[in-house]
Nanobody, 121 residues
Framework: QVQLVESGGGLVQAGGSLRLSCAASGSISSINAMGWYRQAPGKQRELVASITSRGSTNYADSVKGRFTISRDNAKNTVYLQMNSLKPEDTAVYYC???????????????WGRGTQVTVSS
């Protein structure tokens, strides 16, 4: 049983910072990549940032230079440091992982339930 749990969301004023965490737990053999997506009301879910097990990162243009994704492989945890937050960053942020379980024949994709980030003007 694999589970992803996000934490760290909340309400912050424009220009402020938040740090999101996502911990993967369960019978995990290896994690290929983890990432953060977000979805605002009435909009499509979009990729915010991702990171591979080797540390290679990818960012959406809208957050590049403001957000930093990092990973603690020993803890199976990914972080998203969000600085200089803007009202347009307001969304539900979802953790995502491509991983292989001990009893799974191939890589599977998993989602957390999301954490709300609200940035006030």
């Amino acid at each position: 049983q694999v589970q992803l749990v996000e934490s760290g969301g909340g309400l912050v004023q424009a220009g402020g910072s938040l740090r999101l965490s996502c911990a993967a737990s369960g019978s995990i053999s290896s994690i290929n990549a983890m990432g953060w997506y977000r979805q605002a009301p009435g909009k499509q879910r979009e990729l915010v940032a991702s990171i591979t097990s080797r540390g290679s990162t990818n960012y959406a243009d809208s957050v590049k230079g403001r957000f930093t994704i990092s990973r603690d492989n020993a803890k199976n945890t990914v972080y998203l440091q969000m600085n200089s937050l803007k009202p347009e960053d307001t969304a539900v942020y979802y953790c995502n992982a491509d991983l292989v379980g001990y009893y799974s024949p191939r890589v599977g994709n998993y989602w957390g339930r999301g954490t709300q980030v609200t940035v006030s003007s």
